[in-house]
């Protein structure tokens, strides 16, 4: 969440200084897609097992 709030206003942002209108879509596209590779980067690791046993 925090991600799509941080790039997604840094997207509104860099469109008012530019005057652009498709930069806040694609920092909450970016900050989405950042959020989500931190949690898998994150919880994503599976411990390898013992087949010894």
Do not use: C, E, N
């Not at 209108?21 to 411990?47: C, E, R, S």
Request: hydrophobic content about 50%; glycine content about 18%.
């Amino acid at each position: 969440m925090a991600g799509v709030l941080l790039y997604g206003g840094a997207g509104w942002l860099a469109d008012r200084w530019l005057g652009t209108t498709f930069l806040v879509a694609i920092g909450i596209l970016l900050g989405a897609g950042f959020g989500i590779y931190m949690v898998v980067k994150q919880f994503g690791h599976v411990p390898p097992t013992d087949s010894k046993k």
